[in-house]
Protein backbone atom coordinates (compact mmCIF):
# COMPACT_ATOMS: atom_id res chain seq x y z
CA UNK A 1 0.00 0.00 0.00
CA UNK A 2 1.06 4.14 -0.09
CA UNK A 3 3.13 4.99 2.27
CA UNK A 4 3.57 8.49 3.93
CA UNK A 5 6.39 9.79 6.26
CA UNK A 6 6.69 12.04 8.79
CA UNK A 7 9.60 13.42 10.46
CA UNK A 8 10.16 14.26 13.25
CA UNK A 9 7.93 11.92 14.75
CA UNK A 10 7.97 13.49 18.42
CA UNK A 11 9.18 17.28 18.94
CA UNK A 12 9.89 19.20 22.18
CA UNK A 13 10.44 22.98 21.79
CA UNK A 14 10.61 26.26 23.91
CA UNK A 15 7.51 28.49 23.98
CA UNK A 16 7.68 31.52 21.05
CA UNK A 17 9.69 29.01 19.13
CA UNK A 18 8.73 27.79 15.56
CA UNK A 19 8.80 23.69 14.52
CA UNK A 20 8.29 22.72 10.90
CA UNK A 21 6.59 19.17 10.16
CA UNK A 22 7.61 17.16 7.02
CA UNK A 23 5.07 15.07 5.41
CA UNK A 24 6.38 12.95 2.26
CA UNK A 25 4.42 10.41 0.04
CA UNK A 26 7.14 7.47 -0.34
CA UNK A 27 5.69 5.87 -3.18
CA UNK A 28 2.85 7.98 -4.62
CA UNK A 29 2.85 11.48 -6.27
CA UNK A 30 0.35 13.47 -3.91
CA UNK A 31 -1.77 16.42 -5.26
CA UNK A 32 -3.30 16.96 -2.03
CA UNK A 33 -2.16 16.96 1.23
CA UNK A 34 -4.32 17.13 4.33
CA UNK A 35 -2.69 18.20 7.69
CA UNK A 36 -4.94 16.68 10.69
CA UNK A 37 -4.58 17.42 14.47
CA UNK A 38 -5.62 14.88 16.96
CA UNK A 39 -6.27 16.19 21.00
CA UNK A 40 -6.04 13.08 23.63
CA UNK A 41 -8.81 10.91 23.26
CA UNK A 42 -10.46 12.84 20.76
CA UNK A 43 -10.89 12.46 16.75
CA UNK A 44 -9.00 13.96 13.93
CA UNK A 45 -9.53 17.78 13.37
CA UNK A 46 -9.12 18.56 9.54
CA UNK A 47 -6.69 21.88 9.91
CA UNK A 48 -5.72 22.86 6.38
CA UNK A 49 -6.06 21.05 2.64
CA UNK A 50 -3.13 21.72 0.10
CA UNK A 51 -3.11 21.16 -3.87
CA UNK A 52 0.66 20.97 -4.70
CA UNK A 53 1.25 24.37 -6.30
CA UNK A 54 -1.54 26.15 -4.87
CA UNK A 55 -2.26 27.91 -1.18
CA UNK A 56 -3.68 25.56 1.61
CA UNK A 57 -7.46 26.23 2.43
CA UNK A 58 -8.12 26.42 6.05
CA UNK A 59 -10.54 25.48 7.90
CA UNK A 60 -12.46 27.56 10.08
CA UNK A 61 -11.04 28.64 13.29
CA UNK A 62 -7.39 27.58 11.89
CA UNK A 63 -5.08 30.74 11.94
CA UNK A 64 -3.22 30.65 8.33
CA UNK A 65 -0.63 32.69 10.29
CA UNK A 66 0.16 30.74 13.13
CA UNK A 67 0.12 27.26 10.75
CA UNK A 68 1.87 27.62 7.67
CA UNK A 69 1.69 25.22 5.26
CA UNK A 70 3.35 24.73 1.71
CA UNK A 71 3.05 22.07 -0.48
CA UNK A 72 6.04 22.72 -2.92
CA UNK A 73 5.91 19.42 -4.87
CA UNK A 74 3.95 16.23 -5.27
CA UNK A 75 5.88 14.38 -2.73
CA UNK A 76 6.19 16.83 -0.04
CA UNK A 77 4.30 18.93 2.48
CA UNK A 78 5.39 21.25 5.44
CA UNK A 79 3.89 22.42 8.60
CA UNK A 80 5.60 25.14 10.28
CA UNK A 81 3.93 25.95 13.85
CA UNK A 82 5.19 29.35 14.61
CA UNK A 83 5.83 31.23 17.79
CA UNK A 84 4.36 27.92 19.32
CA UNK A 85 2.85 28.45 22.44
CA UNK A 86 1.74 25.26 24.88
CA UNK A 87 -1.83 25.25 23.75
CA UNK A 88 -0.28 24.29 20.52
CA UNK A 89 0.88 20.79 21.59
CA UNK A 90 -0.77 18.14 20.23
CA UNK A 91 -0.74 15.42 17.71
CA UNK A 92 -0.22 16.28 14.52
CA UNK A 93 -1.17 13.82 11.44
CA UNK A 94 -0.72 14.79 7.82
CA UNK A 95 -2.77 12.40 5.14
CA UNK A 96 -1.85 12.56 1.10
CA UNK A 97 -3.67 11.50 -1.64
CA UNK A 98 -3.28 11.26 -5.54
CA UNK A 99 -6.23 13.08 -7.24
CA UNK A 100 -7.30 17.11 -6.77
CA UNK A 101 -11.52 16.30 -6.05
CA UNK A 102 -10.98 12.74 -5.38
CA UNK A 103 -13.22 11.87 -3.30
CA UNK A 104 -13.34 8.09 -3.21
CA UNK A 105 -10.08 7.72 -3.37
CA UNK A 106 -8.38 6.51 -0.41
CA UNK A 107 -6.47 8.95 2.19
CA UNK A 108 -3.16 8.13 3.63
CA UNK A 109 -2.21 9.04 6.66
CA UNK A 110 1.47 9.07 8.33
CA UNK A 111 2.96 7.90 11.92
CA UNK A 112 1.89 11.21 13.14
CA UNK A 113 4.12 14.18 15.26
CA UNK A 114 3.87 14.49 18.86
CA UNK A 115 4.36 18.68 19.53
CA UNK A 116 4.86 19.24 23.08
CA UNK A 117 5.54 23.30 24.00
CA UNK A 118 7.52 23.96 26.85
CA UNK B 1 -23.23 18.21 5.40
CA UNK B 2 -22.31 14.73 5.53
CA UNK B 3 -21.23 13.17 8.34
CA UNK B 4 -21.13 9.78 9.94
CA UNK B 5 -21.73 8.12 14.14
CA UNK B 6 -19.92 5.83 16.51
CA UNK B 7 -22.99 5.35 19.15
CA UNK B 8 -20.14 3.02 21.25
CA UNK B 9 -17.07 4.64 22.63
CA UNK B 10 -15.57 1.15 23.69
CA UNK B 11 -16.36 -2.12 22.30
CA UNK B 12 -15.12 -5.11 24.83
CA UNK B 13 -15.28 -8.64 23.30
CA UNK B 14 -13.51 -12.04 24.23
CA UNK B 15 -10.40 -13.50 22.56
CA UNK B 16 -11.92 -15.72 19.37
CA UNK B 17 -15.42 -14.07 19.69
CA UNK B 18 -16.74 -12.08 16.44
CA UNK B 19 -16.59 -8.07 17.17
CA UNK B 20 -18.81 -5.75 15.49
CA UNK B 21 -18.18 -1.88 15.74
CA UNK B 22 -20.94 0.41 14.36
CA UNK B 23 -21.12 3.17 12.32
CA UNK B 24 -24.17 5.13 10.62
CA UNK B 25 -23.72 8.07 8.28
CA UNK B 26 -25.23 10.94 7.06
CA UNK B 27 -25.00 12.27 3.45
CA UNK B 28 -27.04 13.91 0.74
CA UNK B 29 -25.76 11.79 -2.56
CA UNK B 30 -23.65 8.87 -2.91
CA UNK B 31 -21.57 8.01 0.18
CA UNK B 32 -17.96 6.93 0.13
CA UNK B 33 -17.15 5.43 3.24
CA UNK B 34 -13.80 4.31 5.23
CA UNK B 35 -13.01 2.53 7.88
CA UNK B 36 -9.27 3.09 9.64
CA UNK B 37 -7.32 1.67 12.38
CA UNK B 38 -5.23 3.89 15.02
CA UNK B 39 -2.77 2.15 17.14
CA UNK B 40 -0.95 3.96 20.00
CA UNK B 41 0.99 6.89 19.12
CA UNK B 42 0.46 6.31 15.65
CA UNK B 43 -1.14 7.17 12.48
CA UNK B 44 -4.55 6.06 11.27
CA UNK B 45 -3.74 3.06 8.83
CA UNK B 46 -6.66 2.04 5.99
CA UNK B 47 -8.56 -1.04 6.69
CA UNK B 48 -11.69 -1.07 3.95
CA UNK B 49 -14.14 1.17 1.88
CA UNK B 50 -17.47 1.37 0.50
CA UNK B 51 -17.64 3.36 -2.85
CA UNK B 52 -20.19 1.59 -4.86
CA UNK B 53 -21.21 -1.76 -6.14
CA UNK B 54 -21.17 -4.84 -3.87
CA UNK B 55 -22.64 -3.90 0.03
CA UNK B 56 -20.40 -6.04 1.54
CA UNK B 57 -16.29 -5.39 1.40
CA UNK B 58 -13.46 -6.90 2.46
CA UNK B 59 -10.68 -5.43 3.68
CA UNK B 60 -7.40 -6.06 5.45
CA UNK B 61 -6.46 -7.95 8.75
CA UNK B 62 -9.73 -9.98 7.83
CA UNK B 63 -12.27 -7.08 8.67
CA UNK B 64 -15.09 -6.57 6.50
CA UNK B 65 -18.01 -4.13 6.45
CA UNK B 66 -21.89 -4.32 5.30
CA UNK B 67 -23.05 -1.08 3.48
CA UNK B 68 -26.61 -0.96 4.15
CA UNK B 69 -28.62 1.87 2.42
CA UNK B 70 -31.82 1.54 4.24
CA UNK B 71 -30.26 2.07 7.72
CA UNK B 72 -27.60 4.20 6.72
CA UNK B 73 -24.96 1.94 8.22
CA UNK B 74 -21.40 0.78 7.62
CA UNK B 75 -20.60 -1.56 10.46
CA UNK B 76 -17.29 -2.79 10.26
CA UNK B 77 -17.07 -6.62 11.43
CA UNK B 78 -14.42 -9.56 12.08
CA UNK B 79 -15.79 -13.23 12.27
CA UNK B 80 -12.83 -13.89 15.09
CA UNK B 81 -10.92 -10.88 17.12
CA UNK B 82 -7.43 -11.31 17.75
CA UNK B 83 -5.82 -9.27 21.14
CA UNK B 84 -3.63 -7.64 18.39
CA UNK B 85 -6.93 -5.72 17.14
CA UNK B 86 -7.01 -3.93 20.32
CA UNK B 87 -7.04 -0.36 18.80
CA UNK B 88 -8.76 2.43 18.07
CA UNK B 89 -11.39 2.53 15.41
CA UNK B 90 -12.65 5.33 13.16
CA UNK B 91 -15.25 5.27 10.26
CA UNK B 92 -15.06 8.60 8.01
CA UNK B 93 -17.11 9.65 5.15
CA UNK B 94 -16.05 11.98 2.10
CA UNK B 95 -18.58 13.44 -0.64
CA UNK B 96 -17.67 17.05 -1.77
CA UNK B 97 -15.15 17.40 1.15
CA UNK B 98 -11.90 15.92 2.85
CA UNK B 99 -12.47 13.03 4.86
CA UNK B 100 -14.58 13.43 8.01
CA UNK B 101 -14.21 11.24 10.95
CA UNK B 102 -16.50 10.05 13.68
CA UNK B 103 -15.52 10.67 17.36
CA UNK B 104 -13.77 6.69 17.23
CA UNK B 105 -14.55 3.60 19.00
CA UNK B 106 -11.68 2.01 21.50
CA UNK B 107 -12.14 -1.80 20.73
CA UNK B 108 -10.91 -4.38 23.71
CA UNK B 109 -10.40 -7.81 23.26
CA UNK B 110 -9.73 -10.11 26.26
CA UNK B 111 -7.46 -12.93 26.16
Known amino acids: GAVVSQHPSRVICKSGTSVKIECRSLDFQATTMFWYRQFPKQSLMLMAT?????????EQGVEKDKFLINHASLTLSTLTVTSAHPEDSSFYICSARVRVGGASDTQYFGPGTRLTVL | AQSVAQPEDQVNVAEGNPLTVKCTYSVSGNPYLFWYVQYPNRGLQFLLKYITGDNLVKGSYGFEAEFNKSQTSFHLKKPSALVSDSALYFCAISGNTPLVFGKGTRLSVIA
Open chain 1, 50 to 58: SNEGSKATY
